[in-house]
């Protein structure tokens, strides 16, 4: 099942589109679910997010122009726990132990968040956390973040395993990695 | 035929028996079929005994040799390359570092692309499949559980057992409670004795799985051959003890388990003793099987959050990789399978629908070994029989009436023309052309037609008589227009007296239940056509080389259309015309309610849109709508061959306006005045095909004059008088 995780596009307000190149990777057919971690900011983006893929989850983020996304979400595919908020709310931001915490409240397996424009994926305490950056490496005013890469990720979920394709825009190509993690196992980050 | 029923059964279980029997002194077996006079006698239909059926088609396909002894090999290598197909096919992709391969990749290389494009056939197949004979629950049920299958569910080995012997009253005592509990098991008594623990403690499981089995009713009800019994006494109470161990043990497998059958509940007689606990399946098992059904899963569900419970189940048990399959998911594996290693032909609607009856039959079959392996039997008995219809289901050969479904219809058609020439000029008169029903007929071979026992017996004589005539794979089933052409004679009164929806709607929806009374017109006129074969007549339909100057057309369609500036238009009613029976293939199946009428009423309101746009091409639908408007509206805009057209009109309907479809392609068929007539359009696919009708005379006589066009038409009419 692929999960396509998206967030903190930031259009209009800090930038006008997404990269040529990732819009050309993201078609429709292929994607069963969409998650965003926020900050859309924008209904026409929302609107073309919703032709990749019919189901989609957002949470919202401190700059999304809609009022009535949820601060969190927790989606269950098969035994593995997905939960989402765009971690503004988490402080401070981007902190490892702060999102342990929150893991451990929401109950999840994964937790992806958003808010620092940065990609990071790591495991602690059998908990898989994902940040798939910011899609259109947008202005982030977090410090010491210097240009945001443009980045997404897609997760490959098949009953306990997540294989997770990573997807960044590097000086003009897409380059892409993957990692995996298994629930319950230690796991292994390939 | 002559011989008693008792008879023909010892006929074909000797033909078919791989070795001969102990006590067989008579020497009556042999061990070469022959097979001409097997032939003969599979066409009266074959016994319904305990497989005959199976492994006779199974001769008749091809599949098996006349030589019995090389059976075991060729039946060993082609089942197991149908699973290490299945393996290799079923591959899930990912494995590849992402550099050079991803799930977003669009390159015709990549494994993810590639996987995406066969999830739309997939989808495909699996709407068919889901809905192939709904009627019959024995698509819905699981595929018995075998431990020779293996893309049957492995067991698992219980972990303490104690070794006991078993013995037989207590396997009937605990067969009959069985019996009840299942519409289709059948099975036979085996005894075992092996001391293996491995044997016992599958016996064990299976146990567990009988007695779960009869509790629970949902989705693994029914038809489990492995819910064997055995005779420990726990395992009679159905204690939740039972059923929670059951459950727990996932069933992972060693694959070497036995597995002991139940006896039938039918009402043959004997019991055959079948031994099949030492046999080893000859492949370890397949564990990727089930991944096709995972894969599309989720366009089965549009909102996973609103679910019901049995969608939550029938979810769970599509992602399940360890379910056992049902019936239904084997056959959509087949196609998935044949799809994929034929991409020329790929999956077409009504694949299904051939499969279905193989399938069935193999599946029945009682032998075991026969059952266990009945998947992949059934792949390639159903690729032989696809080998030959090929060419109805390609639809580029649906341009040229020349080849594909059309050329067979054509000869029905002039088959019918042969034996009853007043019917088929009536039909021709309300220009009831053989699309209109034939396509189905003969592109599922019947069987949407009757109900399955008949499709099967019908199948019997059909299988029998192919390649019966060497040659060409389009002689194979000359048998098929032969029974064609005897359902439409056998409604013959009925289609004189109705007018063009009556008769259109007899024929979609066949009257008559009974088989035998087709079959019978069916036999008398195959030999109607054999005598005239034999005697040196000409018969109009069939390949006969003596008359292929008559008969076929290509050379004259081709000189034609390089003349004729109106070849695409021609070729692309053509295309429409087939294009829209075989979409509309869904309303033509027998539960359909709506009526061709219905069906053409709306195709028509989109051509009217279409037209309107200034679309040249009409579609089927308009025309049949102009038809049954009773209005022919002579062509406006055209001025070249208005003379023709007056001629033509002047005379019998069904040439009339055949000479308004030129002109307006010779004028770049851009007028959306051009003639819409129904007679127009199919006068014309006449003419390509250019029946016997068609004297060379008159053709040279056209080319003389320049215009060709026209004076094909006329010659055309001219001759046919």
Redesign the interface.
Same mark, same amino acid.
Request: aromatic share 10%; no cysteine; proline share 0%.
């Given at each position: 099942?692929?999960v396509l995780v998206i967030g903190d596009i930031h259009i209009p307000h800090r930038v006008h589109d997404l990269p040529a190149k990732f819009k *050309?990777?993201?078609?429709p %057919? *292929?994607i069963?679910q969409i998650i965003c971690t926020g900050n859309i900011c924008d209904k026409e983006t929302f609107d073309y997010l919703k032709t990749i893929a %019919? #189901?989609i989850i957002v949470v919202k983020g401190d700059f999304d122009e809609n009022p009535n996304f949820p601060q969190s979400k927790v989606v269950t595919h %098969?035994n593995i726990r997905v939960g989402v908020l765009h971690g503004h709310q988490v402080i401070p931001w981007g902190d490892q132990e702060s999102l342990d915490i929150i893991a451990r409240q929401m109950e999840v397996d994964v937790l992806l968040s958003g808010h620092t424009h940065r990609f990071e994926a790591f495991e602690s305490n059998n908990k898989f956390f994902i940040n798939p950056g910011s899609a259109t490496g947008a202005y982030s005013s977090i410090p010491d973040t210097a240009d945001p890469i443009p980045s997404f990720v897609?997760m #490959?979920i098949q009953a306990s395993v997540v294989?997770t +394709?990573v +997807?960044k825009l590097i000086e003009g190509e897409v *380059?892409?990695? *993957?990692l995996e993690y298994r629930k319950g196992d230690t796991g292994k980050v390939l | 035929m002559d011989s008693t029923y008792k008879e023909r059964i010892k006929y074909f279980e000797n033909t078919l028996r791989p070795e001969p029997e102990v006590d067989d002194d008579e020497s009556l077996w042999k061990p070469i079929i022959d097979i001409k006079s097997f032939r003969e006698a599979c066409f009266s239909g074959i016994p319904d005994e305990s497989g005959l059926r199976a492994t006779a088609w199974k001769v008749l396909l091809g599949y098996l040799p006349p030589d019995k002894r090389m059976w075991n090999t060729v039946l060993t290598s082609q089942r197991l390359s149908y699973y290490n197909w299945v393996k290799d096919l079923l591959e899930e992709p990912g494995g590849v570092p992402p550099s050079s391969d991803h799930p977003l990749n669009d390159e015709r290389g990549s494994r993810w692309a590639s996987y995406f494009h066969d999830n739309s056939i997939l989808d495909q197949i699996d709407k068919d499949v889901r809905r192939t004979l709904p009627d019959i629950a024995f698509f819905q049920t699981q595929v018995p559980k075998s431990h020779l299958n293996p893309l049957s569910r492995p067991e698992e080995a219980m972990p303490i057992m104690t070794e006991e012997p078993i013995d037989d009253p207590l396997l009937e005592n605990n067969t009959n409670n069985n019996n009840k509990a299942r519409r289709f098991s059948f099975g036979f008594m085996g005894r075992p004795r092996s001391s293996s623990t491995a044997s016992k403690k599958s016996l064990r499981a299976s146990a567990a799985a009988n007695t779960n089995s009869n509790n629970n009713n949902t989705r693994s009800r029914s038809n489990s051959k492995s819910s064997v019994h055995s005779t420990h006494s726990n395992a009679d109470s159905p204690s939740p003890r039972n059923i929670v161990r059951k459950f727990s043990s996932a069933f992972k497998g060693t694959g070497s388990s036995t597995s002991v059958l139940l006896p039938t509940t039918n009402h043959i007689n004997k019991r055959k003793q079948y031994d099949i606990r030492n046999m080893k399946p000859i492949c370890p098992h397949v564990t990727n099987r089930r991944t096709l059904f995972k894969r599309i899963s989720h366009l089965n569900n549009e909102n996973i959050r609103d679910a019901t419970p049995e969608e939550v189940a029938r979810q769970a048990h599509a992602v399940d990789l360890n379910a056992q399959d049902y019936h239904w998911e084997a056959i959509e594996r087949i196609l998935f399978i044949y799809a994929k290693l034929n991409p020329g032909v790929g999956y077409v609607q009504g694949m299904n629908e051939l499969l279905a009856p193989i399938y069935y039959v193999f599946a029945k079959d009682e032998h075991p070994e026969a059952q266990a392996y009945a998947e992949a039997d059934a792949f390639f008995v159903f690729t032989i029989l696809m080998s030959d219809v090929r060419d109805h289901f390609v639809r580029s050969l649906d341009q040229d009436a020349s080849t594909g479904i059309n050329a067979t219809m054509q000869r029905m058609s002039q088959r019918l023309a042969w034996v009853d020439k007043p019917l088929w000029r009536d039909l021709r008169r309300k220009d009831i052309k053989e699309q209109y029903y034939a396509f189905r007929w003969i592109t599922v071979l019947c069987s949407q037609e009757w109900d399955l026992p008949s499709v099967i017996r019908l199948w019997d004589s059909i299988l029998a008589d192919r390649g019966s005539q060497e040659g060409l794979a389009e002689t194979r089933f000359e048998f098929l227009l032969d029974f064609a052409v005897a359902m439409v004679l056998c409604i013959r009164q009925e289609i004189l007296k109705g007018d063009f929806a009556e008769n259109v709607r007899l024929l979609q929806n066949y009257p008559i239940d009974d088989i035998q009374i087709v079959l019978a017109t069916a036999n008398s006129l195959r030999e109607m056509r054999l005598n005239a074969v034999a005697n040196g007549l000409p018969v109009p339909g069939t390949y006969d080389k003596r008359n292929s100057g008559l008969y076929t057309s290509d050379n004259w369609s081709d000189s034609s259309s390089i003349h004729s500036n109106g070849s695409g238009t021609r070729l692309q009613k053509l295309r429409d015309n087939a294009d829209m029976a075989r979409q509309s293939f869904d309303s033509f199946r027998k539960e359909s309610r709506e009526s061709l009428d219905e069906l053409f009423r709306r195709g028509r309101d989109e051509a009217m849109k279409r037209a309107s746009a200034g679309d040249v091409t009409r579609s089927l639908s308009q025309r049949f709508a102009s038809v049954s408007n009773k209005m022919k509206r002579p062509n406006n805009g055209i001025l070249q061959n208005n003379d023709g057209l007056h001629r033509a009109t002047s005379i019998s309907s069904e040439h009339s306006t055949a000479a308004t479809a030129s002109p307006p392609s010779q004028q770049g068929g851009n007028l959306p005045a051009r003639s819409n007539s129904l007679l127009n359009r199919f006068s014309q696919m006449m003419g390509n095909s250019n029946t016997s009708a068609v004297s060379p005379y008159g053709r040279l006589k056209a080319a003389r004059n320049g215009i060709v066009e026209k004076s094909q038409q006329q010659a055309y009419y001219r001759g046919f008088v």
């Open positions: 099942m692929l *050309k990777l993201l078609v %057919g *292929k069963q %019919g #189901d %098969g897609l #490959d294989v +394709y +997807y *380059k892409v990695e *993957k | -």
